[in-house]
Structures are given as C-alpha cells and as structure tokens.
C-alpha cells in the first residue's frame, strides 16, 4: 500500500491512498489522518480511487481518523471509493457517516 | 454438480498476512468460469475478514497455522478455514451490526461476513476451529433475497461426520456385551408399540452396530443398508410408514421384515448424532403423533444412559488418575498398591509420597460407594497431602481432620484411615490408625502382626485427640494394609489379612501381592478393594 498526504491551500488535507486497506495497512492510515489533525488541518479527504480492497480493520482506521478529526473540529470524507470499498461502507452502513465524493474539491466545497 | 475448482493454502502467521490469502483468491478465482464479479467480491470480503479475524484474535497474538480450502461448486462455492487456535465457542448468530453513529473502530468482522454469504458456520473440533462460509452464486440467486442458510455439502460435512465418529469412539460403547439397561428399553418399545422388533443403533463408520437389539434385527449391517443412518442426518423423528412406497428409502426395504421404520436419533455428550432408537415391523402401520412423543421419551431414557456411563468412565478414569503412578525412589524397599473400585468411581485411595527424607503412605476408605464417596475420598487425599507437610504424623492427621471435619458432618460420611510415615533407613513405620484396623505387618519369621487401631474414624468424634504408635519393619518383612472389601474375597473375617499376609511372604515382589488380589477381585468384589503392600528388601 502506498500513502501520500498533499496539503492544500484552503486548509483541507488530502491523504491518497492506494493498494488494499486492511489489518496489515490500517494503522498507516490512521496516523495520517493523525498527523493531519495534529498539524492543525483537521479536513481531511481520504482518496481512495486506488484502494482496490478494504476489510474492517481499514474501515476501522478510518472511523478513529474520523472521530480524531471531528474532536478537533474536522471531518473525514472518502473520494471516489471503489465498488468494493462501496459494498463494505453499504453493508456496514458506514457510508452515512464516512460520506463518499467525486473530488476533493466536492468533498469540501466552501474552501 | 458439474465441474469443482478447489484450492488449499497452509497459512503460518506471522510471516504471513491477509495479502497471503489475497493471493490464493486471485490465482482461485481465474480457474473458476463465469464467476460473477459481485460473488467474486462477496467472497474476497468475506474469506478475509475470516482470514483476519482468525490471525488477530484466535491465538491471542501467538503463531497460527491454518488451511484455508476453496471449492467452488457451478451452483455455490465454499471456503473453509480450519486453525489451531484457542477460541472456543463463537456466538456467530449474535453478532450484529453495530450502529453507525455509534463510531465503533471494530466489532463488524463476522458480521459483514454474514452480510456477505449465505452461510457463516464455526465448529470445534479436535482442537481446530473449522469456519465455513458459503455463497449461492449469482447464477442461481434469487434477486433482492436476504441472505438464506445454506448448508455446506463438502467440508463441513466431512468435518461433522469425523466429530461424529470421534464422539462415538470415545463412549466406549462399540462392540461391548449387550446390556441390561439398554435391553430393558427395547424390549419395552416392542411391546408397547406392538412391532416387531425394537433396536438400539449405532453408526460406526461404514457400518451399523445394534447395541440392542429386541427382536430379530441383525447386530450388525452396512450404513448403506442402514434406515437408522438416514435417521441420524436430521434432528427430527423419521417415520416411514412404508419403506416401499418412499422413494428414497425403498432400497433399503426387505418384504415382510422392514417395511414399516420409525426411528429417532440419539446423542453423544457433545450432541453428535450417533444413532437411533428404532423400532420396525415386517408390515405397513402407521405412528401417531402420541406414539412418536413415546418414542422419543424412550429415546431420551437411552440417552440419558448413554450420557452416564461416558461421564462415570471419564469420572473413573480422573480418580485413578489421582492414584500414585510412578514410584518414588525408595532404596532398599519395595512398595506396589491396587485399588479396584466396587462401580466405575469409588470411596477408596491409597497414596504415597516423599515426606522429608521418608515416605508417607496412605490408605483410605471413605464409608459408602460410587460418586458422593469419591468426591469425598479425593478430598480427604488433598488435605492430606498438604497437612503430611507439616509437623509429624499425629500432626498432619489432627490438621486433616480439622479441616474435614465440617464436610463430613455435613455429608454425614465418615473415613477409616491408616496414615503412616516411614523411615528407610530405620525401618520405623510411625502411623495414625483412624478406626483402619486393617494393616498387618509379617514378619519374616512367618509371624503375623496386626496393627491396633486407637482412635475413631475420621468424622466420628471431633475432639479426638490423634495419637501415634509405631513399628519396625526390619529386612524382609512386609507391610499389608487393605480396605474391607478385601475381606469379601476371602471369608469376610479378619483372617484374610493373615492369608495375604502369608502371600506376602511368599511373593518376590510387592506387585505380585496385588496383581495377585487385583486377579481374585475382578467382576466378583462387592465394594471397593484396596490394597497397599510395603516390603523391605533383605
């Protein structure tokens, strides 16, 4: 799995992530997220056109990155899921609160 | 069933991953034709959820091995998991979705799967946990259908089928004589039902054994002919009014002897199903639904039977357990003990143990038979033990009875009791006798001697102040002690402790003292026997 976290102007950090989100990656993702909320930038916008697979354990990551967020007034919003990782928010009924976009910039749109 | 892709990984985690089975799936998945890509996604969810919830929870952090086995079926495919780890029973059913707003980081694992796949299965057997999970494939889905149950046909399958077999073997109950507990069932069946014949059936591999038969059944018949082997595939009572008019089971009809079958199946401890009470007649008939609830009722009582000779031989096998197995190096003395329960578990032990630089040496007969006696006897072992730790022997009997006293109050049993420690070098044997009287010690001059017992039993008079008294054993000498049943074998008096003791003298050897008691006392002791025999080489 690789991971890469873009900062962008408007305060919103980007963390694009591909290869399978799962138990052996999980906590990489989740010290991202980490790192950007403690860097003050709590927006963040998980890309996950790459990730081809996640389990629980990912789906887990990105829960604590979320709560970690929203603590510090953020939020973490996923971009362009794939189908798989679509099943999972829809089976888990994740995909209310860990809200899926076309784009960074539809993820947060007001800047 | 058309053609079937199976694929086997053997998983050692660590060094390996979820990404191991991830690779298995992939190199799976491209020998399976027309796989859809929504079955395809199902099962690579689901199979590693497994994979990982088995790598991070069922051996709480220890190496794991695991053989994961993939068969894909044109109508369904199936994946089961078997790992060596500790988790025991997994409430599958209970696992249920948690909330969304409630940010749960985990807990979704088996859940998901069961959202997944029709079927989320875990059984415990032989020290591996075997997981199966199937999937109808899209091919004969129905649209929009929540997930249905879908029994697996390959491996969980065989994986009941060798519980079953285990189970069976370790009753013990295969190819033992006829019993009267059993027979008296059915025998009562054919009578009451007015068949006829009545059979207690058990499915032994690919064979049926009839632990009972009340008729003119065979005792023993291929599983192939067996109606009872249909039986025991389901929980229900199978009633078949007229072999030869059902289709499936026409095969195993014979004209004018089973024609009309009503069977229900029984259970091993664990709740394997290991055969049927059944009962048959050479003529069609038909079974009220007052006498299939009869049926069953015999069934439970079969067992029931069933279930408390495995727990008494299980109980029979711990108390001997209990008894001294290796002898402790004792130079220059020679020491053997046998203790032949009356039932399966018994009121007597004997023990022995280093104590200092001497050995101590117990005999015991808690008064009564069976269970209620046993749990006391290998209580009163305990606390001897620990007290034969501290002060002299007098001391340790006092400390026991302190302790025992309330138990045996309550319970209303008492303990006859010879508790001894001797010294090697010396030949000195210093002992309590609590109401024992049965030790003699022969002299190798031929004479015999027996110990006197001072005091009461334990349990009798809780102000007993114990007292020691002591003997010499010098070289060639032996001592006997016995519990009463040893008396029934002989004339019932105290002169059987003189004929032992005369056999003593004899013997080369301690054990052939007790080998030759153990021979005298099978199948023919009323109560317990017991015996320990103490020689001094010279």
Redesign the interface.
Known sequence: MDISTTQHGNGVTEIGVTGRLNMVTAARVRDAIQTAVESNHPRVAVDLSGVLFLDSSGLGALIAGLKTAREAGGDVRLVRPTEQVELVLDLTNMGTVLKSFDSVESAYPHG | MGEMVTRTLRLMSPPD???TV?DLLDSTWEAVPDLH?RDR??L??AI??LA?NV??HANRGRPITATLTIIAFTDRIEATLSDSGEIGEVDIEGRT?P???E????G??I??MK??VDTVEHRRVDGFNHWTLVRAREQVRIPDAPPKHMPSVSISGIIDEMARQRALEEMGILDTPPEDRFDRVTRLAKQLFGVDGAMINLIDGDRQWAKSVAGNGPEEMPRSASVCAVTIEDERTLVVPNLFENPELRDKAVADELVFYAGHPLHAPGGERIGALCVYDGSPRTFSEREQEMLRDLADWVQQELTASHELSRAAEVQQGLLPQSLISMPGWDIAGMCLPARAVGGDFYDWYPVGEGAAITLADTMGKGIGSAIIAATVRAVLRSAARFGDVAGAVDLAAASLNADLDTTGLFVTLLHGRLDMDTGEFTYVDAGHGLTVVARRDGTIERLRSSTPPLGVDLDTEWQSSSVTLNPGDVLITASDGLLDLYDGTLDALDKIGALALLASTSSEVTDAVRTRARGVAPDDVTVVVVRRDG
Request: charged share 25%; hydrophobic share 55%; aromatic share 0%.
């Open positions: 991953t979820v990404d991830h890509m996604m199902a690579d969810t590693i959820e990982a790598i991070q979705m909330e969304a707003d940010l749960a980081e985990s979704r694992g859940a998901l959202a997944l």
